[in-house]
């Protein structure tokens, strides 16, 4: 009898130990903001996801779905009526109404938030206007209250993407109430109101950020009682947290772990629509012309590159990823070092020589580095000019570039919504994430042309113009390669779901 009692509070033991559950992540950097109308990076907005959700959401084929509302489309393509869900609430109770909707779409086109994704619903009728100031009256805008549970959009004109836009948090629901109440405090734990599965309960900057469910939550309450997102900069230190107990994901792995940690039991890999590039500010000398720029683009050996990350990114010159509509991997400029020193000379740099110094830069990271070492490589090699390297923490290195770009830089892209649009029009004069200073009306033209397009072949044909003109004839840009998911995951972790877009969705983890 004795040993059944012992046995019976073992078990319980196990059992609630077992089922704790508490699910523990880590993010590389203090997000920017928190503030869905403003954020821009990675970072933060894959934290928003768990947060707040709108009017749209992607199912598993990364098609549009209702989230919190259903819609109709026009016969012709450009109005859009979304009819919110019954009984919908905010975190603290307040029913969410469309004019939430309405407030927020609003504040992110006032060109006094500076919202980098404002460009996003430049498809909608005034919405350009009033982003540039030359429409004033917000109510001639394209986007309408019908009545409490009725929003209605109308285009300029059909755009075959915009039904995935809602799913995107720029254009999720905001509470100007709470705005105005706490100013840029908003978004702190104790200010804070949500839509989506969990709400914040804590951040503690630079360490550390917690999650709880959230309990007006639409859909069904999430099992994880406790979500930690650990803010850890050094990889090293991630992957002993994760090897020790402490994370139960990790992703993001560095390049010269990647061989040892394919052998854990918890590695995975995914293929992934974001892409990996190095930009030019077209502004500055000598990066002003053309044929410096093409000559730094030809001595680049995407293959000595992907082969030092091991990580099964593939090497590309379309900024248009694998996987996605108008992807080209013939168009773009491929390594040739004999041309480039020949661009050089060409451009008043014989083998390098008058050529100022310059300074490139990227974010701070460990594989960002091995890739900055191996390009100053490739072009003291190739062209006689050694460049100076210098990486910054994200946050103070993305407000650099929206301030002052550097020559030469660093950056990535991975898709908001799986659409060539959401890659090609980055570029375009008027968009808020295009820190290349450069403004091409042929290149909007296009990239307007096919966002309006509905025929599949039409479309390519436009994007791969829009791509020479991008990669080759000015060479803006430079793609390296598409980057893939690296991840860990340990075994006790059910119900986690990752897509190509690189959306880690939690609510429906079950710790076993």
Do not use: C
């Not at 900069?233 to 090897?243: C, L, N, Q, R, W």
């Not at 773009?332 to 310059?358: I, V």
């Not at 966002?451 to 390519?460: P, Q």
């Amino acid at each position: 009898m004795f040993k059944k009692i012992i046995l019976f509070f073992l078990f319980i033991s196990i059992h609630s130990y077992a089922a704790k559950q508490e699910f523990n992540m880590r993010i590389e950097t203090e997000p920017p903001t928190l503030d869905w109308n403003l954020a821009t990076d990675y970072v933060s907005i894959n934290v928003l996801y768990h947060l707040i959700e709108g009017l749209a959401e992607y199912n598993e084929k990364l098609e549009a779905v209702p989230s919190l509302a259903s819609w109709k489309i026009s016969p012709d393509g450009k109005t859009y009526t979304y009819t919110l869900k019954p009984n919908l609430k905010w975190s603290d109770g307040v029913p969410l109404t469309a004019q939430h909707f309405w407030d927020s779409w609003e504040r992110a086109l006032n060109p006094k938030t500076a919202s980098g994704y404002a460009y996003f619903l430049f498809d909608i009728v005034g919405a350009k206007e009033y982003n540039d100031g030359s429409l004033k009256d917000a109510a001639k805008l394209g986007f309408k209250v019908k009545n409490e549970s009725t929003f209605v959009v109308t285009l300029k004109k059909p755009a075959s993407y915009f039904a995935t836009i809602p799913a995107f948090t720029v254009t999720f629901p905001i509470r100007k109430d709470i705005i105005a109440k706490y100013g840029d405090k908003w978004t702190n734990p104790e200010n804070m109101v949500v839509t989506g599965p969990f709400k914040l309960t804590k951040w503690q900057h630079d360490s550390k950020l917690e999650l709880a469910p959230n309990p007006n939550y639409r859909g069904r309450k999430p099992k994880l009682e406790k979500v930690n997102i650990y803010i850890v900069t050094e990889s090293t230190t991630a992957i002993s947290m994760f090897e020790t107990g402490k994370l139960n994901y990790l992703s993001r792995l560095p390049a010269l772990e990647i061989e040892r940690l394919k052998k854990n039991p918890g590695y995975r890999t995914l293929p992934y629509l974001r892409g990996y590039y190095y930009a030019f500010n077209v502004t500055k000398a000598p990066f002003n012309d053309v044929k410096v720029r093409k000559a730094f683009a030809l001595s680049i050996n995407r293959e000595e590159i992907t082969s030092l990350l091991k990580g099964g990114q593939i090497a590309t010159s379309s900024w248009i990823p694998k996987g996605m509509l108008a992807y080209n991997p013939k168009i773009g400029l491929f390594y040739d070092p004999q041309k480039a020193k020949k661009l050089l000379a060409e451009a008043g740099f014989p083998e390098g020589k008058n050529f100022p110094s310059s300074t490139f830069m990227f974010d701070t990271r460990d594989d960002n580095k091995m890739i900055a070492e191996k390009l100053q490589s490739q072009w003291k090699n190739i062209l006689g000019i050694n460049l100076h390297a210098q990486n910054e923490e994200w946050k103070v290195y993305l407000g650099r570039l929206r301030a002052d770009s550097p020559v030469i830089f660093r950056h990535g892209w991975g898709a908001d919504f799986p659409d060539p649009d959401n890659f090609m029009n980055m570029f375009t004069s008027y968009s808020g994430n295009n820190y290349t200073k450069w403004k091409n009306k042929k290149y909007d033209q296009i990239i307007e042309q096919a966002a309006a397009e509905r025929s599949s072949k039409k479309r390519i044909k436009l994007y791969d113009q829009a791509q020479k003109l991008l990669t080759e004839e000015e060479i803006v840009i430079v793609p390296l390669f598409i980057e893939a998911i690296n991840y860990l995951i340990s075994s006790n972790v059910k119900g986690l779901q990752i897509d190509s877009l690189g959306l880690l969705k939690i609510h429906k983890v079950e710790m076993q």
